[in-house]
């Protein structure tokens, strides 16, 4: 009986930024013995996706850390189901919205593209890593993995362990322009068709977050990328939560339904995310069919604002009613503080007086105490 998986020792070496080799990694790693041809099944669904009254899903991204990577199969997967980056300590895998069905349970959809990889002999299941200086040799680093794999079904759940859910993006595509509704100031407008909202960042480390909302025209991005006419305009809205409001969902688990449940999942994360960008869209909802998707939710993100402004007046005319009282409070004791002496004052004159008055109508009377 053959083996599913061997066990065999890899060498990679790794570059600077200049090219110049910094270091060596070897690793004791698990791989798969004889992997099975395979392909996606899947089919472009180009011209049936594009539906403007519903919404839909554009990309979803995994994660796996470049431990997991069989760093001698090749990254070449563009303009299909997948594609793949590498990225720092980590490598990208997106799986195109076309490719996946809505109708379908998506968790097994991902899971089908990890066991097209795994055929591809894309993955390895490390037991030990150790890092070397170069060209000196001296040991930098050693890590130790506790496992043993004996067959193909713990090498795949080993890998599906270590995948992370990184990126979703929502897309919802319209045959009209949005743009001419939108306020350019609001944006990051990049050619004469394409916006992002605000939010993007670079950091000094390379690391870059996406902005959340992306707007473009779909029809010309197919035609110069994917060589395909979709025969009509298409603008394409996207929304694409980062990692921490991805970390919300919890993980792969959260693709374990159908299309639907996940989008009412991510409602109220998109939301939330959305109406801190303080982007105004009330000409654009006026505009977007009623009952679509894009206008319901954005009729959500226009609402919790009323809401929000509803509460700032609201609590703006509590803090005035506050001042004014504070200020009455404040007025009433320096009042109480200075008319209180005055009052007793004239008690005590008042006292004096009476007794005065007695004193000399009994001395008068020849009667004086």
């Known amino acids: 009986m053959v083996n599913e998986t061997e066990r065999n020792n890899i060498v990679y070496l790794r570059h600077s930024l200049e090219g110049d080799i910094i270091k060596e990694v070897h690793y004791d790693a698990f791989l798969i013995n004889t992997p099975l041809v395979s392909r996606l099944e899947h089919q472009p669904l180009y011209k049936h996706s594009f539906i403007s009254t519903s919404a839909g899903l554009d990309k979803i991204t995994l994660s796996l850390p470049l431990d997991y990577l069989n760093e001698d199969a090749p990254l070449k997967y563009r303009n299909g189901p997948i594609s793949l980056r590498r990225h720092g300590a980590y490598v990208s895998i997106d799986i195109h919205g076309e490719y996946i069905s809505h109708d379908k349970n998506i968790l097994e959809q991902v899971k089908s593209v990890v066991h ?55 897309r919802y595509d319209l045959e009209t322009s949005v743009l001419p509704h939108l306020k350019k100031k609001e944006f990051n407008i990049v050619g004469e068709s394409t916006y992002y909202s605000k939010d993007y960042r670079y950091y000094e480390n390379g690391n870059k977050r996406k902005s959340m909302l992306c707007i473009y025209d779909k029809s010309k991005q197919m035609e110069e990328v994917k060589k395909c006419s979709l025969e009509r305009q298409i603008t394409r809205v996207e929304f694409r939560p980062n990692r921490y409001q991805m970390s919300k969902l919890g993980g792969l688990e959260a693709l374990n339904s159908v299309f639907e449940n996940l989008y009412q999942r991510l409602m109220p994360i998109l939301v939330k995310s959305l109406k801190k960008l303080k982007i105004s869209f009330e000409n654009l909802i006026e505009k977007l069919e009623k009952g679509s998707a894009l206008r319901n939710f954005l009729e959500k993100v226009s609402m919790i604002d009323k809401e929000r402004e509803v509460y700032e007046r609201k609590s703006e005319r509590e803090d005035e009613e506050n001042t004014f009282s504070c200020r009455m409070d404040s007025t009433l004791h320096w009042y109480h503080r200075i008319v209180s002496p005055v009052r007793a004052f004239k008690k005590f004159f008042y006292l004096i007086k009476t007794i005065s008055l007695s004193y000399m109508y009994w001395f008068y009377r020849g009667l004086s105490p």
């Open 116 to 170: 097209f990889l795994l055929n591809r002999g894309f993955f390895k299941v490390p037991v030990l890593k150790v890092e070397l200086s170069y060209p000196e040799k001296e040991v930098l680093t050693v890590q130790e993995y506790e496992r043993e794999i004996r067959n193909r079904d713990e090498f795949i759940q080993t890998i599906l362990d270590n995948i992370t859910l990184s990126g979703i993006e929502v």
